[in-house]
């Protein structure tokens, strides 16, 4: 390929990568405002985040089962899409769904941000991966900078709402289960294929939430109401099936490390999107911590693009 052609999918895929990151961001904005305007719980709301998001996954898993490679994947690989979908999309999103009841937009968009330096922790103690000092100071980095932040949202909230610090913990575990999810799909995606791991995730992980709704909620007690199904719906689009596949794409044009690096504007995009829209306040300190969070991030993005995209001979 001439170097044109190169340079020109290294911008598309930045480009697509900048604007699913940002997309993905809005996720938390649409929970918040649904939860304010029509007092859905959130098992409720992310049952219908997914049962809108099901036809798109359902078209993309037969797509890709005429288009993408014909290799039959095994019954251990079937068990390990399997539980990476319900540890990354189930579990985190339960999670995240329930906390975002009692923590800012921005700071759930920042505690999540944690997931890249728990992978690396995962990796050096699960899979004997060296720690460097670059990965080191970028782990100091950015949980210094998650306590700066975390005691500036202190600020606003009155010390004896125990559910704050709660909703801290559920956003908390869903970092630590969305990094076990990527940790694993770095070592399946590559054998079973970006879009078509993208899709199997999906599909499993709305089968659990599926199930998880028919165990504790009842349909019939679900008020259709137009601004629900408007949140429902964006969030199924917006927030998740459109970036969930741009996503993708630009990990094949320009490599996951390089979009685990651009999706370090998710907190930034959080956060100026909940101060026009949800009128949340941001600090000096705030500023400060996510400016610390994302150099952090940055930096182990930048680690991993040093060591572990080198070609395999």
């Known amino acids: 390929m001439k170097p044109q052609g190169k340079q020109a999918i290294r911008v598309s895929g930045f480009l697509i990568s900048v604007i699913a990151a940002v997309l993905f961001s809005t996720k938390a904005i649409f929970v918040k405002s649904a939860y304010k305007q029509t007092g859905v719980d959130a098992v409720t ?8 998001s099901l036809p798109f996954y359902l078209v993309a898993a037969w797509l890709v089962g005429r288009k993408e490679d014909k290799k039959t994947l ?8 399997i539980t990476l979908g319900i540890l990354g999309y189930y579990l985190s999103s339960v999670f995240d769904f329930i906390g975002l009841q009692y923590v800012s937009a ?9 997931y890249p330096t728990f992978s690396v922790l995962l990796n050096t103690f699960l899979f004997k991966a060296k720690l460097t000092r670059t990965q080191l100071i970028a782990l100091v980095l950015t949980y210094a900078g998650i306590g700066i932040a975390y ?3 202190l600020q606003q909230v009155e010390l004896h709402n125990s559910q704050f610090y709660f909703g801290s913990l559920m956003i908390f575990f869903c970092a630590i289960t969305y990094s076990v999810y990527l940790v694993g799909t770095g070592r399946m995606v590559n054998r079973v294929g970006v879009t078509r791991y993208t899709t199997y995730v999906m599909l499993s992980s709305t089968a659990g939430i599926f199930i998880h709704f028919l165990l504790k909620r009842n349909v019939q007690y679900i008020s259709f109401t137009t601004p629900l199904m408007g949140y429902s719906i964006a969030l199924a689009i917006i ?9 993708s794409s630009g990990m094949k044009k320009i490599g996951s490390n390089n979009v685990s690096i651009i999706t370090s ?3 930034v995009s959080t956060t100026l999107q909940a101060y026009y829209f949800l009128d949340e306040k941001i600090l000096d300190v705030q500023i400060i911590g996510t ?9 182990i ?11 395999i001979a």
């Open 239 to 247: 927030a998740t099936v459109i970036p969930s596949f741009m996503m």
């Open 265 to 267: 504007i998710g907190p």
């Open 74 to 81: 095994t019954t251990k690989q079937y068990l390990w899409i």
């Open 106 to 114: 921005g700071l759930e968009r920042l505690i999540l941000f944690l």
């Open 301 to 311: 993005g930048w680690q991993f693009s040093s060591t572990a995209e080198k070609p």
């Open 151 to 153: 005691l500036g949202e």
């Open 45 to 52: 709301l992310l049952t219908l985040r997914m049962l809108f």
């Open 291 to 299: 400016i610390m969070v994302i150099i952090g991030v940055v930096l």
